[in-house]
């Protein structure tokens, strides 16, 4: 079950499974640490469906909406994805939960940078930071697992293929090719996202080059558009909060639930005026 979910016989891959075998068993909470659309999700999956909580339910949620506690069941786990997006609020909940060992599930958390990192540099909760990180697992991207390429990209091909009712449609060798020398900034979401499409777009049974060629394209242009859409959300947020907060920075950070130097940054990043926040 664990090598279906993680596919491939690289070494970095090989030694991911290691750790996630490693860790299932234990109660302890596991940070899974790496690249947007890396499969940390994948990874926290394995490691319920194969650890102490596997008979109990998963509890999935978003940590940049988390706003109050909850009430938990004392078995099964708790996935905190993005745990690093916490407000202030949230990881003193956390924390505590921590300290006191009090009953309840198992904490999973996902973070796409490290927690000593974001300790340092946002303000993040140093308790919880170092609860997490000391059970850390991280998820090679794309980039490092070029040696299972072709074996992952048959097998999501292969599974769009059952799910869209293609099963047996295959990639052509150019195909192939153009999709290993090709960069994925989204990792292997990104790749999922391109095969799917193109399973569904083709008419016989090999998935021509023109077809990966055009949809890569695509999802380039959507990643441009996703990030453009994040950054004007991103500054109207900052704004609208400077303003509620009548341009105190300090104010601002909370309401963010960030940190002064973090507000700070954002501001400059997105070159708002000081003008604007006096």
Sequence with gaps: MLEARLQGRG???????????????????????????????????ALHETGSSATEGLMRIEASRFTRALPLDPGGAVYLDGVEQLSGAGQEYWARRLEEAAPGPRLLASSSRPLRRAMRSAGFHPGLATALDRFEIRVPSLAERREDFAELAHALVARAGSCLGRSGLRLSQPALEFLQRTTWP????????????????????????????????????????????????????????????GGNISRTAQRLGRSRSAVYRLIEKHRIPLSQHR
């Design 11 to 45: 070494a970095a891959i090989v030694g991911l499974r290691e750790r996630v075998l490693g860790l299932a068993p234990l109660s302890t909470p596991v940070l899974v640490r790496g690249e947007p659309g890396s499969g940390r999700d994948t990874v926290v999956r």
């Design 186 to 245: 989204r990792n292997v979401a990104q790749l999922e996202e391109v095969l799917e499409r193109a399973v569904a777009f083709t008419r016989g049974r090999e998935i021509p080059r023109r077809t990966v060629t055009g949809l890569y394209a695509d999802s380039e242009e959507t990643l441009a558009s996703i990030r453009r859409a994040h950054a004007t959300l991103e500054r109207e947020e900052l704004l609208d909060a400077i303003q509620r907060s």
